[in-house]
C-alpha cells in the first residue's frame, strides 16, 4: 500500500513569492490534516478535511495561507505571498476518519523563504 | 487552550539501559494518546498508542502507560538499540478531533 505522498520535497523561494504544496493521501482516508513543523518542535495543525470539508481551520492564517482539497482525495495547500517565518517543514497526513483513527505521514515539503 | 507538555527536552542513555519520556496533557476530554518517532529528515511514524479505557500498553521493548487521573502518559523502551536514537513526540487527541504535540524528545541511545 503506497503510503502519503508529498511534493515537493523542497522548495527555495524569495519573501513574497507564491509557492504551493500537494498532498495525496491513503488510498480510502476521508481525513486529510496539514501540518506545520518548526524546526526542533512537533507538528502544529493547520488545517482538518473531512473529505472536502475543512471541519478545522482555526490555525490557518487565512490573510497568505489557503486550502482544497477538491473531491475529496488530494489536496494543496498555498501560501501567497511567503513570508521569511514561513521557513519550516509543511506535513500532510491522513487517516480512516478524524475520530482517534491512527494518523499518517507524508515525508514534508521544506519551505526555506530567502 | 489544550495543551501537551513533553520532557526530557533531550535525553542520553547507554546501549541496553532504559529510557523513559513523560508527557502531560491539559483536556481531561483526550481519549486518544499516539506516540511517533521521527528519525532525522524523515517523516513522523506511529510506534505505538493507547486509548483511555486502557492503562497500559507493550509492544516488545516499547510500553506506554497512561494516568488519566494525573492527566499524564509515559512512553518506556527497555534494552535501547542505537537504531533508537530519534524524536519521539507525544501527541494527545482532544476528542474534538484535534490532535496536540509535544515539542518532541531528542534520545540518544550511545553504543
Known sequence: EA?????????????????????N???GHNTLYWYLQNLGQGPELLIRYENEEAVDDSQLPK??????????????????????????????????????DTQYFGPGTRLTVL | GENVEQ???????????SAVIK?????????????????????????????????????QRIAVTLNKTAKHFSLHITETQPEDSAVYFCAADTGGFKTIFGAGTRLFVKA
Open chain 1, 63 to 100: 490573510d497568505r495561507f489557503s486550502a482544497e482539497r477538491l473531491k475529496g482525495v488530494d489536496s494543496t495547500l498555498k501560501i501567497q505571498p511567503a513570508e521569511l517565518g514561513d521557513s519550516a517543514v509543511y506535513l500532510c497526513a491522513s487517516s480512516l476518519s478524524g475520530n482517534t
Open chain 2, 23 to 59: 508527557c502531560t496533557y491539559s483536556d481531561s476530554a483526550s481519549n486518544y494518546f499516539p506516540w511517533y518517532k521521527q528519525e532525522l529528515g524523515k517523516r513522523p511514524q506511529l510506534i505505538i498508542d493507547i486509548r483511555s479505557n486502557v492503562g497500559e500498553k507493550k509492544d
Open chain 2, 7 to 17: 520532557h526530557p527536552s533531550t535525553l542520553s542513555v547507554q546501549e541496553g539501559d
Open chain 1, 3 to 23: 503510503g502519503v505522498v508529498q511534493s515537493p520535497r523542497y522548495k527555495i523561494i524569495e519573501k513574497k513569492q507564491p509557492v504551493a504544496f500537494w498532498c
Open chain 1, 25 to 27: 493521501p491513503i488510498s
